[in-house]
């Protein structure tokens, strides 16, 4: 399998992404990534009628999916949820995360060629490892290679490991999708019970999630894994990329490698760094920190 991404002359946002898989071409033109518009976010009982928590979305990193293209539907829920919803498009100072509730980092990328070099810097790792901390909440949502590397030197601070590569399951798979595409459901026991999957209700209680493409995580001690990864499940583990030029395109190809073992390892999962820690979680393939009680659910 490979992994080819073409960028033009111009900047970085100005990306066109071809994806191969055997005989598969998806051709994803320049822009914003699309969304489902279909999608219903109305919410019919809010948790936050009125002055609800701020949650922050980082946009400044060359984000895959931002709050107008493949995350609006997100957005949109949140809102109707009640939450205020700011967005930062430049590197991350402690001006932004003032009066915040929980900091997203959606599917950053870095900036060379392979997009695989740390997408944060030094100084803005520390900056959110301070803001954890003291209080914040981070909700770290990566995919496949190249998103994992280029996060995973922020998830090393607080005891996150990156798969990198992709995530298999001969078995629990969604057959007509292919074996990348992952089920966790309440029926073959790998949705585990965690209040971020129970809900407020009977109507929020989700029984059913399904993944694509993902990498693997490994949370700290104390972790919590509600999609966690079957006995059977494998992760392959992305080769060295091999980067072409043409005029002003790049060109990069990956092979993933040998499928090996992903017991014990999950797509979701859930940690605090002190007692009482509170969170919200939207999907797969994620990792989150909370240091002291949120208005979210918690265990």
């Known amino acids: 399998m490979s992994r080819n991404r073409f960028w033009p002359p111009t900047a970085m946002d100005g990306l066109k992404v071809a994806l191969a898989s055997a005989a598969l071409l998806i051709v994803l033109g320049c822009g914003e990534q699309p969304y489902d518009s279909r999608f219903n976010s109305q919410v019919s009982d809010p948790a936050y009628p009125a002055d609800g928590p701020v949650i922050l979305f980082d946009e400044g990193h060359r984000n895959t999916h931002t709050t107008t293209s493949g995350y609006k539907p997100l957005a949109d829920l949140l809102r109707n949820d009640g939450y205020s919803v700011r967005v930062v498009h430049q590197a991350l100072s402690p001006g932004d995360l003032q009066g915040v509730a929980v900091l997203v980092l959606a599917l950053a990328r870095g900036a060379n060629d392979?997009?695989?070099?740390?997408?944060?810097?030094?100084a803005e790792r520390a900056l959110v490892d301070r803001w954890v901390r003291a209080g914040g909440s981070l909700l770290l949502i990566t995919d496949h290679w190249p998103y994992g590397a280029a996060v995973s030197s922020l998830a090393q601070r607080f005891g996150i490991e990156m798969g990198a590569g992709m995530a298999q399951d001969l078995t629990h798979h969604d057959p007509e999708r292919g074996d990348s595409h992952l089920i966790f459901s309440v029926e073959?026991?790998?949705?585990?019970?965690?209040?971020?999957?129970?809900?407020?209700?009977?109507?929020?209680?989700?029984?059913?999630?399904?993944?694509?493409?993902?990498?693997?995580?490994?949370?700290?001690?104390?972790?919590?894994?509600?999609?966690?990864?079957?006995?059977?499940?494998?992760?392959?583990p992305p080769g060295p990329p091999r980067v072409e030029r043409a005029g002003g395109d790049v060109r990069v190809h990956m092979e993933y490698g040998e499928p090996t073992a992903a017991a014990g390892r999950a797509q979701a999962s859930r940690s605090r760094l002190t007692p009482g820690g509170r969170s919200f979680w939207p999907k797969q393939a994620c990792c989150e920190h909370s240091a002291q009680r949120r208005a979210f659910p918690s265990a």
């Not at 929020?204 to 993902?214: A, S």
């Open 188 to 236: 073959n026991g790998l949705l585990r019970d965690h209040p971020i999957v129970r809900g407020r209700n009977s109507a929020e209680h989700v029984r059913r999630v399904l993944t694509f493409t993902g990498q693997t995580i490994r949370g700290p001690g104390g972790a919590v894994s509600f999609l966690a990864l079957s006995d059977e499940a494998t992760e392959r």
């Open 114 to 122: 392979t997009n695989d070099e740390p997408a944060y810097s030094e």
